[in-house]
């Protein structure tokens, strides 16, 4: 990671900002829709921090996020009267700095798809960060997206005003290229900072900052982009929800004259609305994926959650009115919830990714696949569910009935059982000495079975005895499966008894 980092600063080292003597850059010319745009104003989209996902990973109902349906926002947005500018803050191609060679078909095929669907929705410019760089700088150029490099910068046209868009990976550079851009003559500056929000303030300190907005683009860790941020200060700093899960809304309002942008401070009913709505939303899906809840009920919750989607939708999208005769901007999150819309072009090429990448990496795994280790002189192996049915036959209709029984058959309703990044929490022993290392000799392994919790049978098997037991799972076990990605509603106290009863730890009793 640090090695790509340093690729990149070298090249804004060799390549520098724009000299004072040198001509200031053509603005990019307005897209075709908005010829008839409306005068007084412009709508920024901004994504960042997507990591590779194509849309969200998990087994919870009402899962933010998806590729498409971000595309139907930008498009949507486009019908209305004013011009409509998207920009991504990079970080979005990949999701992990390394890749093991099993790994790769899929990831670049999925790197494809995300470009695809960028460029449907008419992006306008990017910046990169080292999850972009993955599979090296060349890869990366060749899906032919507009991008910008640590300290560049461009003006795009945004109606009768340009905005100038800075890419920045610290104080020094953020400084220079804000400057430059106002000095190109951008009206508003955006700076696209390779950075936590933390950092991105501490840059935006500097007196005289040039800057009207910085998005910081990237997290700290997977999982430290579970909650946006913004940060008003007098350069507002924000951070998005990582893993493609919102969309970032600046509405911007002209007034007659150039000058500078204040930042419209009308909008607290409406926050205070919208803030409302998600405490009952929050409610809401938690008793949706509240386990063995009753379907009719599900339902009038779930259609519930769905009117305060569609309500909360006509609040963000509305554009915000700016202040007469003065230039404003405001700033909203867009949540892509689960019960939006996706745009159906870019749906079609997360199918044709679907489709694609399963026949990959099975061919993959029968050519070049190796079988896992074997355990070790001692070790238990795994030997499947029949030899545990043996002697805890009363255990099994309450597994039978539970989901980890059709883990794999969920995957196979989606089409994505020879997806590298879900197979692991649908088969027993994945990557474990004895288990599956191979998606082309899955068979016998499929679904959540007792050895998924109680670690391999085999000498426990051969002689029954609770010393031979490889583990009692707990909680840290359960997680890491059921982690806040793939199971954001989880809570150990309120499944653990789904998965208990005859024969399989304390009776549930009668309910």
Same mark, same amino acid.
């Given at each position: 990671?640090?090695?790509?980092?340093?690729?990149?600063?070298?090249?804004?080292?060799?390549?520098?900002?724009?000299?004072?003597?040198?001509?200031?850059?053509?603005?990019?010319?307005?897209?075709?829709?908005?010829?008839?745009?409306?005068?007084?104003?412009?709508?920024?989209?901004?994504?960042?921090?997507?990591?590779?996902?194509?849309?969200?990973?998990?087994?919870?109902?009402?899962?933010?996020?998806?590729?498409?349906?971000?595309?139907?926002?930008?498009?949507?947005?486009?019908?209305?009267?004013?011009?409509?500018?998207?920009?991504?803050?990079?970080?979005?191609?990949?999701?992990?700095?390394?890749?093991?060679?099993?790994?790769?078909?899929?990831?670049?095929?999925?790197?494809?798809?995300?470009?695809?669907?960028?460029?449907?929705?008419?992006?306008?410019?990017?910046?990169?960060?080292?999850?972009?760089?993955?599979?090296? &700088?060349?890869?990366? !150029? @060749?899906? /032919?997206?507009?991008? #910008?490099?640590?300290?560049?910068?461009?003006?795009? *046209?945004? +109606? =009768?005003?340009?905005?100038?868009?800075?890419?920045?990976?610290?104080?020094?550079?953020?400084?220079?290229?804000?400057?430059?851009?106002?000095?190109?003559?951008?009206?508003?500056?955006?700076?696209?900072?390779?950075?936590?929000?933390?950092?991105?303030?501490?840059?935006?300190?500097?007196?005289?900052?040039?800057?009207?907005?910085?998005?910081?683009?990237?997290?700290?860790?997977?999982?430290?982009?579970?909650?946006?941020?913004?940060?008003?200060?007098?350069?507002? &700093?924000?951070?998005? !929800? @990582?893993? /493609?899960?919102?969309? #970032?809304?600046?509405?911007?309002?002209?007034?007659? *004259?150039? +000058? =500078?942008?204040?930042?419209?401070?009308?909008?607290?009913?409406?926050?205070?609305?919208?803030?409302?709505?998600?405490?009952?939303?929050?409610?809401?899906?938690?008793?949706?994926?509240?386990?063995?809840?009753?379907?009719?009920?599900?339902?009038?919750?779930?259609?519930?959650?769905?009117?305060?989607?569609?309500?909360?939708?006509?609040?963000?999208?509305?554009?915000?009115?700016?202040?007469?005769?003065?230039?404003?901007?405001?700033?909203?999150?867009?949540?892509?919830?689960?019960?939006? !819309?996706?745009?159906?072009?870019?749906?079609?090429?997360?199918?044709?990714?679907?489709?694609?990448?399963?026949?990959?990496?099975?061919?993959?795994?029968?050519?070049?696949?190796?079988?896992?280790?074997?355990?070790?002189?001692?070790?238990?192996?795994?030997?499947?569910?029949?030899?545990?049915?043996?002697?805890?036959?009363?255990?099994?209709?309450?597994?039978?009935?539970?989901?980890?029984?059709?883990?794999?058959?969920?995957?196979?309703?989606?089409?994505?059982?020879?997806?590298?990044?879900?197979?692991?929490?649908?088969?027993?022993?994945?990557?474990?000495?004895?288990?599956?290392?191979?998606?082309?000799?899955?068979?016998?392994?499929?679904?959540?079975?007792?050895?998924?919790?109680?670690?391999?049978?085999?000498?426990?098997?051969?002689?029954?005895?609770?010393?031979?037991?490889?583990?009692?799972?707990?909680?840290?076990?359960?997680?890491?499966?059921?982690?806040?990605?793939?199971?954001?509603?989880?809570?150990?106290?309120?499944?653990?008894?789904?998965?208990?009863?005859?024969?399989?730890?304390?009776?549930?009793?009668?309910?």
């Amino acid at each position: 990671m640090w090695a790509l980092r340093a690729v990149a600063l070298a090249a804004v080292l060799l390549t520098g900002c724009k000299r004072a003597q040198d001509p200031a850059p053509a603005p990019e010319p307005a897209a075709k829709a908005e010829a008839k745009a409306d005068p007084s104003g412009a709508v920024l989209l901004f994504s960042a921090d997507t990591r590779g996902y194509l849309g969200p990973c998990g087994c919870s109902e009402n899962m933010r996020g998806g590729i498409d349906r971000a595309a139907f926002q930008v498009m949507e947005a486009r019908k209305g009267s004013r011009p409509v500018v998207y920009i991504d803050g990079g970080d979005s191609l990949f999701g992990q700095h390394t890749l093991t060679p099993a790994q790769v078909p899929q990831e670049e095929r999925k790197a494809q798809a995300l470009a695809d669907a960028m460029k449907r929705m008419g992006l306008a410019v990017r910046a990169t960060g080292e999850l972009d760089d993955v599979r090296g &700088v060349a890869f990366r !150029q @060749s899906l /032919g997206l507009p991008e #910008l490099p640590p300290g560049g910068v461009k003006l795009l *046209q945004a +109606g =009768p005003r340009l905005v100038g868009v800075v890419a920045a990976q610290d104080a020094a550079q953020l400084a220079q290229a804000s400057a430059q851009a106002r000095k190109d003559g951008a009206d508003f500056v955006v700076a696209l900072f390779h950075g936590t929000v933390q950092q991105a303030q501490a840059a935006a300190e500097q007196p005289g900052l040039e800057a009207n907005l910085l998005l910081a683009t990237h997290t700290a860790t997977e999982f430290s982009g579970e909650e946006h941020k913004r940060v008003n200060a007098a350069v507002p &700093v924000v951070g998005l !929800q @990582s893993k /493609g899960r919102e969309l #970032l809304r600046v509405d911007l309002g002209y007034g007659p *004259q150039k +000058g =500078p942008f204040t930042p419209v401070k009308s909008q607290d009913e409406a926050e205070r609305e919208v803030a409302a709505l998600d405490e009952r939303m929050a409610l809401l899906n938690k008793d949706v994926n509240l386990p063995d809840i009753d379907p009719q009920l599900k339902q009038l919750k779930q259609g519930k959650l769905e009117e305060l989607v569609a309500r909360k939708q006509r609040l963000l999208t509305e554009p915000v009115a700016a202040p007469t005769g003065t230039n404003s901007f405001s700033m909203r999150f867009l949540p892509l919830e689960s019960s939006l !819309q996706g745009e159906p072009g870019v749906k079609a090429v997360i199918a044709a990714y679907d489709s694609a990448v399963g026949k990959m990496n099975l061919a993959w795994a029968r050519e070049h696949g190796q079988d896992c280790p074997a355990p070790k002189k001692g070790e238990a192996a795994f030997v499947g569910n029949r030899p545990c049915q043996e002697c805890h036959e009363e255990a099994f209709p309450l597994w039978e009935k539970s989901k980890h029984s059709h883990a794999w058959e969920t995957l196979e309703q989606q089409g994505k059982q020879f997806h590298l990044n879900c197979v692991g929490c649908h088969v027993t022993g994945y990557e474990q000495p004895g288990g599956v290392c191979r998606l082309d000799k899955v068979a016998g392994r499929e679904d959540v079975g007792c050895e998924s919790c109680h670690g391999p049978g085999s000498l426990h098997s051969e002689e029954p005895t609770p010393k031979n037991i490889v583990r009692n799972p707990g909680r840290e076990l359960c997680v890491t499966c059921h982690n806040p990605e793939n199971s954001p509603h989880f809570d150990y106290a309120t499944y653990l008894p789904r998965i208990l009863g005859p024969g399989h730890g304390q009776s549930m009793g009668q309910k």
